[in-house]
Each structure stands twice: as C-alpha cells, then as structure tokens.
C-alpha cells in the first residue's frame, strides 16, 4: 500500500495584476503544510506538481520542511482547469441562456464570489454533451490528461512510496471524482469546496486508488489559532 496526497496550492493573488504567484497568505499557508507534514512524520519519497507557478512555489515552500531532499517533478497535466480561456469562449454561449451570469459580467467580475458563480456555470457547460466548442481544452482531454497522469505516477513510484502532488482544485476534483467512478457533471461539487492548502489523501496499490479522505484543512485551523491567524480561504 502506497499513499498519495493531493495537495492544492496556496491562495494565489486574486484581482493582482499577475494572479499565478501566491499572495503572502498563500506562502505562509504553503510553508504551514509542510511544517505540518514534517511534524506528523509524513516524510516524502517524491513531489509532483504542474508547472503554474502558484503550484511550484507552494511546493518548494512545503518542501522546504522536509529533513531530507525530496526529487520535484513537474508535469503540465496537474495544471489547472484553464478557466480564462473557458470564460473567453463559452460564456459567450451560456449568456444567451442565462441572464443571471449575462449580468454578473455586465457587472464585472472584480469580486471572488461572482467569478465563483460564473466558473460554476462554465464549468459545468464545459463538462456537458452541449459543449462543443472547438479551439479550447476539451473536458475529454483535460480528464484524460489527469487519468494519465496519476496512472503514470503510481507506475513511476510503485509500492511502498508516499508521494505528494501540489496543484489545484479542478484538478484535485477531477482526480477524486475518477477515483470514485463519476462522471465530469459530478466534478464540480467536489471542485468549489477545496481550500487553500487542503490535502486530499490517497491509497494505491497495484493499479487500483481509493480515497481516504477529502480536503482536509484541520491543520491550517489549528496552526492558525497558535498564531491568531486564519490560515483558511478558498480563494
């Protein structure tokens, strides 16, 4: 039995003018994670993350706690659902039909909330039968890309092995919705809920994955109290 833990990023720099990087929330958070690890003996044979730089820079803060050097390997299929390019090409469509996000974009989407409402309605029309827009991403490749990769790691690693993956929510809600056996229009009730810094704990063998347990960010109010910080976001 090996075990593997799906990590998201830190908060990363909303409404900045660069969002990929981690806002100082996110760095203290990404370097709570790995104090946490080392401190429960969760010591690890290798990292994985993808290449957007909020994933990278959490994982070498986390990793930063290890006692020994960890081997980080990056892989652009734990990067991100693309929600900028969904946004430029589907909302065009979902507003036709939807006035509620007609308007949220009339309004502009300068706060967290209405940008969650409208990843909502694009996510889901990403991931339906309806969707079939071309010169973007599609739900069949970005799930595919997500399958591969994890099978690839459970190949690469083998037995015995505790592995951490750094990436982000669509991703961890992707993976865990696969591991379940569900399909793409379940993925998003398991990708709006997944904190900053959560982990998600994982067991393979063989070929076969199941979850332990799903985005868990009791630590991060723990750590926080010591500090009178909230260390907990979503965004």
Not at 65 to 78: E, L, N
Not at 193 to 205: A, G, M, W
Request: hydrophobic letters at 35%; one cysteine or more; proline letters at 3%.
């Amino acid at each position: 039995m090996a075990t593997l833990y799906l990590i998201r990023h830190g908060q990363a720099s909303f409404g900045a003018e660069d969002y990929d990087k981690l806002s100082e929330l996110g760095c203290r958070q990404a370097s709570a994670v790995g104090r946490y690890l080392a401190a429960h003996g969760i010591y690890l044979d290798a990292a994985y993350s993808g290449n957007l730089l909020r994933q990278r820079e959490t994982t070498e803060l986390a990793l930063a706690s290890q006692p020994q050097a960890v081997p980080h390997q990056i892989d652009s299929r734990f990067n991100e659902v693309r929600n900028d390019e969904q946004i430029e090409h589907l909302v065009p469509r979902i507003v036709e039909s939807n006035p509620a996000i007609r308007a949220l974009m009339e309004k502009g989407l300068s706060q967290s909330k209405d940008y969650q409402k409208v990843i909502e309605a694009v996510f889901n029309y990403w991931v339906s039968p309806q969707c079939d827009a071309a010169g973007i991403q599609s739900w069949e490749d970005y799930a595919g890309g997500v399958r591969d990769a994890l099978g690839d790691l459970v190949r690469e690693q083998g037995s015995g092995k505790t592995v951490a993956v750094f990436t982000s929510g669509g991703t961890i809600a992707t993976a865990v919705s696969q591991v379940l056996g569900l399909g793409g229009e379940h993925a998003y009730k398991f990708y709006e809920p997944v904190f900053n810094c959560s982990i998600t704990q994982l067991f393979y063998s063989g070929d076969k994955i199941s979850l332990s347990y799903f985005n868990d960010r009791s630590f991060l109010q723990l750590m926080g109290r010591e500090t009178d910080e909230n260390l907990v976001t979503y965004r």
